[in-house]
Each structure stands twice: as C-alpha cells, then as structure tokens.
C-alpha cells in the first residue's frame, strides 16, 4: 500500500484559496487518490477523488501530475468552517484489497 | 446515497465489561467493512477488515479476542470491545465499501465514542 506524506498543519485567511500537497510516490498502476475532511469527533468525509490530471467538483479541485508521485488538493476561498484536518489517501479503491491506511494528516486552521 | 450509520455515538462502561458498536450500511450493500480506532489528536489507525460471511482480516498488532468483529449481512457489521479497560477508550470509526449507482464508494460512519471507566 502507498504510504503519504503531507504537511502536518497550515495555517490560511477567510476567502483565499489554499493549496496542500500529498507525496505517494509508491503509488501503484491501480491506485486512486482520495481526499478526505474530518472534524474533531466526526467520521472522515469525502471531498475528492482522482485517478490522473485534474479533478473538479463543487467543493475542491484536485491536481495530479502526469508520474501520480504527489496530488495537490486545491480549496477555493476557504471559510472558517473549513478548519479540520484533511487526509490524503492511496488505494485501489474498489478493487479486492481496497483498504485505505491514513497517513497524519493536515490540520488546516483558518483564521478571520 | 452512500449512508454509513454507526451506534452508539457516545458509550460509557466499566472496566470488565464488553461493548457492541454496530455499523451499518443504509442505502446499499456494502461488500466489505473496515474498522478503525483514533486516538486524540492522531490519525486513524486501521484494526481490522472484514467481508461478509467470513472472519475478519487483523491489522498486525491488533487482538482478534479483544477486539470481535462480526460481519453477518451485507449491511451490517458489529465490533465488540470484550473485557474493556481503561486503555480501550478511544474514538472507533468504521467505514464501508460497495457500489453505488455503478460507482464503487467508501464510505465512513460518524464515530464511536468509547469511555472505559
């Protein structure tokens, strides 16, 4: 299973866009890239999944270059409610060993 | 789609008894159920998989008597903390995986929270 690297915190102002970048550079052929949120005392949630290039949904971007060595998980205009910690996990997602190991994580804290 | 629900959310019990969490999954079947346990302030550490009908694969380090798994439909998986202690307290999340409108998802629940008097 590829293992992740990622920044342990950040620190970001109500309406900028924040950027956080994850190394899995044991990535396999098979591997998705999965982003995940979680609050204190809450289950990790779903933000973005990606396989190669670029990933968009309504919430977040989702950046990988062509070697699928890192991800960056792009947030638009962040607001004080983001403040949690955010993984970034590699795996074959739907395949047979689909399990997901999390790495440390990144405690995301934005600021007024 | 995609609902995870976990029970009990909080649960307080003395050292020496057991404690069921249930884990299910809503709105679609879920193949296979993974459970993990997080600590304050650090990540998710991944206990145990399981699949339905079959025993539970043990992440390296984990006790399979303490920690019972149980995964008897494609709906729902049970985790017993047998003969608790103090140590066991701690946040258990599990999560499930399976197909929804011909995607594959994983999905996690919102959390146990165990206190071990």
């Known amino acids: 299973l590829a293992k992740t690297t990622q920044p342990i915190s950040m620190d970001s102002y109500e309406g900028q866009e924040v950027n956080i970048t994850c190394s899995h550079n044991n990535i396999a052929t098979n591997d998705y890239i999965t982003w995940y949120q979680q609050f204190p005392s809450q289950g990790p949630r779903f933000i973005i999944q990606?396989?190669?290039t670029k990933v968009t949904n309504e919430v977040a971007s989702l950046f990988i270059p062509a070697d699928r060595k890192s991800s960056t998980l792009s947030l638009p205009r962040v607001s004080l409610s983001d403040t949690a910690v955010y993984y970034c996990l590699v795996g074959d997602y739907g395949g047979a060993t689909n399990k997901l190991i999390f790495g440390t994580g990144t405690l995301l804290a934005v600021q007024p | 789609g995609a609902v995870v629900s976990q029970h009990p959310s909080r649960v307080i019990c003395k050292s020496g008894t057991s404690v069921k969490i249930e884990c299910r999954s809503l709105?679609?079947?879920?193949?296979?159920m993974f459970w993990y346990r997080q600590f304050p302030k650090q990540s998710l550490m991944l206990m145990a998989t399981?699949?339905?009908?079959?025993?539970?694969?043990?992440e390296q380090g984990v006790e399979k008597d303490k920690f019972l798994i149980n995964h008897a439909s494609l709906t729902l998986s049970t985790l017993t903390v047998t003969s608790a202690h103090p140590e066991d307290s701690s946040f258990y999340i599990c999560?499930?995986?399976?197909?929804?409108?011909?995607?594959?998802?994983?999905?996690f629940g919102a959390g146990s929270r165990l206190t071990v008097l």
């Open positions: 709105d679609f079947q879920a193949t296979t």
């Open positions: 990606g396989y190669k």
């Open positions: 399981s699949n339905e009908g079959s025993k539970a694969t043990y």
């Open positions: 999560s499930a995986s399976g197909r929804v409108s011909g995607a594959n998802v994983l999905t």
